[in-house]
């Protein structure tokens, strides 16, 4: 059986998942714990993309790195080829997994009691350190939630993933694409034995996820 | 130790505060939403005035004038929330550690275990703020706050969650605690005796003003103004005309009736004919017993004669409501005084058959509150100057000249 395609949305939904979190804390921090001039703009503007359908969105994302907008031909003065790479997929899902994210974690970090960070300003900590002991820890279940959401979203993501990274055998073909049959002739067989694989794998790591969080509390 | 000037305006709210204090524990006393926890927030830096200056141990934290503005966590403020904000995640030990992030290693080691040994937390050390009882609460809130050997504690209403029984024996935790370590403390309440116990500074907020601040026995004996006495709870504010005043005596006028002061008649000089206020406390009106008229006639200084109009059931206190028989009107509705007399008393003088009394006032029971338009007085609170300053002020800074020359002339006085 060839493994690639599982392989592949594997580390793409992994590494998307990561980019997810790791821009989308300080976004979720942000709109969760901060009031600011442009608040509501910047919510509506993460939202936004979960309103579109993954094609649509793929769609924009092709035409917005294609070579002829001033983004795609800056990326191309810079020697980066987006279109039809892996690198591209990563990206796609991470765009369709930003919204999602930061919404769970930002509702999580409304739901932090606020007197306990002014409950550690008071302690001498900085206002990074009060993140990392107190809003985060505290917000953790929301986070852990919506790192989940951002994974499945990521690891579904067939359209997106489709128009943008395209589907070359082995370099780009993930699992939604096999199945979806596009690109290549249809292989039903090995479409329907990846996705069980996948869906096993996904709810294991659900499963286990989820028993963290009860931990935790 | 501790001079502060802050102001700040909300809509439909403005805190416009100035006291100083000297070590020890002080209680920012009034009523809920008169700006007491504001204060506290302005001091730990969790708000900021738009003006004023906050002057810690010769420290200044924040100075309008000259754009100082220390964050929190530089303030070196130990802060006891209300309701104690715990971090729910932590171990009792973990949250008596939380402040000792700058310590070494084995420095903060021993810090902790003598925080939980002298808190009495060492069997709970590992558990969660959930799993405490109240008390518990309360003592790692403390040693959380007072581990990093803060300059100051603040302490924002600590007490007022609780219930009765709870709350009078975590205050005496609280008393033994604040003096174990010698730590000067704000406290913010709206509770009387418990500032009463735990202070020994008052300083009288309302509506986010200062009425009143200074040692906690001067201003509960004199409160300076009428309104002082009625955010103190402070009942029977009456209002009369001098007669005239002699030395430390002063004689008035009330209802028709001549009553005596004594011990307050110098702090004011007050020529004949002049309104002033004063008040009676419940507790020292005394009904004249009938069967013994000998030795209280010989002074008949004092003798009010009325009628029990009203009483109310307080437990082991009953209130009764007393108007006096003479002229003008009644100083409340349907009644002049307050008498508060223990149940005993009443059981044995069988108030409940006989209405008419004769109730007597000790000279020195009657304490006189000058109105907050009068001039600043001996005894020198300087909230009555503040608010003598405040018709003057233009800006903080002349305030705090005007503050300054008031300081200067009470002392010459």
């Known amino acids: 059986m060839n493994l690639a395609p599982f392989w592949f949305s594997l580390e793409a939904a992994t590494l998307a998942t990561l980019l997810t979190v790791v821009t989308g804390l300080p976004v979720a921090w942000l709109l969760g714990r901060r009031r600011f001039p442009g608040h509501g703009l910047l919510e509506t503007a993460v939202v936004l993309p979960l309103v579109l359908p993954p094609t649509v969105l793929g769609y924009y994302m092709l035409v917005l790195i294609a070579q002829a907008t001033p983004l795609g031909a800056w990326l191309d003065r810079a020697g980066i080829t987006l279109q039809f790479t892996w690198q591209a997929a990563v990206l796609a899902a991470w765009l369709g997994a930003f919204g999602l994210f930061v919404r769970a974690a930002q509702s999580g970090f409304e739901l932090v009691d606020a007197g306990l960070e002014d409950a550690a300003r008071t302690l001498g900590r900085s206002e990074w350190s009060v993140f990392w002991s107190v809003t985060l820890p505290l917000g953790s279940r929301a986070v852990l939630a919506g790192t989940m959401v951002a994974f499945c979203r990521a690891i579904g993501d067939l359209g997106i993933t489709l128009l943008v990274a395209g589907s070359l055998p082995v370099q780009t073909q993930s699992m939604p694409l096999v199945f979806g049959g596009h690109g290549s002739p249809l292989q039903l067989d090995l479409a329907n034995q990846l996705l069980l694989l996948t869906l096993g794998l996904v709810a294991v790591l659900l499963f286990f996820v989820g028993r963290l969080a009860r931990v935790r509390r | ?413």
């Open chain 2, 1 to 413: 130790m501790l001079s502060i000037e802050l102001y700040r305006e909300f809509s439909g709210f403005t805190l416009d505060a100035q006291w100083d204090a000297a070590s020890g524990v002080v209680a920012l006393f009034g009523p809920t939403g008169a700006g007491k926890s504001l204060t506290l927030r302005c001091l730990a830096g969790l708000m900021s005035p738009q003006g004023g200056r906050i002057v810690v141990n010769g420290r200044t934290l924040y100075d309008s004038t000259h754009g100082v503005n220390h964050p929190t966590r530089d303030r070196r403020l130990g802060v006891v929330f209300q309701g104690y904000a715990l971090f729910p995640h932590l171990s009792v030990e973990e949250n008596i550690a939380y402040g000792l992030e700058r310590l070494r290693r084995k420095a903060r080691r021993a810090r902790i275990e003598e925080m939980l040994e002298r808190l009495a937390l060492g069997p709970v050390r590992h558990l969660r703020p959930a799993s405490l009882s109240g008390g518990q609460q309360q003592r790692v809130a403390l040693g959380r706050a007072l581990a990093a050997d803060p300059e100051l504690l603040l302490l924002d209403e600590p007490l007022a969650a609780l219930d009765s029984p709870l709350r009078r024996s975590l205050r005496d935790d609280l008393a033994a605690t604040i003096r174990g370590f010698g730590k000067s403390a704000i406290l913010v309440t709206h509770d009387l005796a418990e500032a009463c116990q735990l202070a020994d500074q008052l300083v009288v907020y309302d509506q986010g003003r200062v009425l009143q601040a200074g040692p906690k026995d001067l201003v509960l004996t004199r409160p300076a103004t009428p309104a002082v006495a009625s955010v103190l709870g402070i009942r029977n504010v009456l209002e009369g005309t001098v007669i005239d005043s002699s030395g430390d005596t002063l004689r008035l006028k009330w209802r028709g009736q001549e009553l005596v002061a004594e011990g307050a008649g110098r702090a004011m000089p007050l020529p004949p004919g002049s309104r002033v206020a004063f008040c009676i406390r419940p507790e020292h009106i005394t009904l004249m017993r009938k069967d013994r008229h000998g030795p209280a006639t010989a002074r008949q200084i004092n003798m009010l004669t009325g009628v029990i109009v009203d009483e109310v059931d307080l437990g082991a206190v009953s209130s009764l409501r007393f108007r006096v028989n003479g002229d003008g009107a009644d100083a409340s509705r349907g009644y002049d005084l307050e008498i508060e007399i223990s149940k005993l008393i009443y059981q044995k003088l069988c108030v409940h058959y006989d209405r008419n009394w004769t109730v007597s006032v000790q000279p020195g029971a009657v304490q006189l509150l000058p109105h907050p338009d009068s001039s600043p007085t001996l005894n020198g609170d300087l909230a009555s100057v503040a608010i003598a300053a405040r018709s003057y002020r233009t800006s903080l800074k002349n305030l705090r000249g005007y503050i300054t020359r008031s300081i200067g002339v009470y002392r010459e006085l």
